[in-house]
């Protein structure tokens, strides 16, 4: 992948998870799609990604305690 140019791929992150993460790939050029859940099935669809991978957990409320606190 390193040697395809930036413009040929992109990076997808849900909306709060590794936040610090998504700041260095666009530092360093990549593109990144951030997606937030939204409509009549958000709830539906963030309870099924929470079960596929529980630490998104953790970083959705890091993030958002890390908001409240003036962190981010």
């Known amino acids: 992948?390193?040697?395809l140019p930036h413009d040929r791929y992109e990076?997808?992150?849900l909306l709060?998870?590794?936040p610090?993460?998504?700041d260095t790939l666009v530092a360093e050029g990549h593109r990144l799609r951030v997606y937030v859940p939204y409509g009549t099935q958000w709830y539906?669809?963030?309870m099924r990604r929470l079960q596929e991978n529980p630490k998104i957990a953790g970083y959705v409320a890091?993030?958002?305690v890390g908001r409240l606190l003036g962190r981010s």
Do not use: C, N
Request: net charge negative; hydrophobic share 35%.
């Open 1 to 3: 992948m390193r040697d």
């Open 11 to 13: 990076f997808q992150m």
């Open 16 to 18: 709060g998870v590794r």
């Open 20 to 22: 610090d993460r998504a």
């Open 44 to 46: 539906e669809y963030s």
């Open 62 to 64: 890091a993030d958002t």
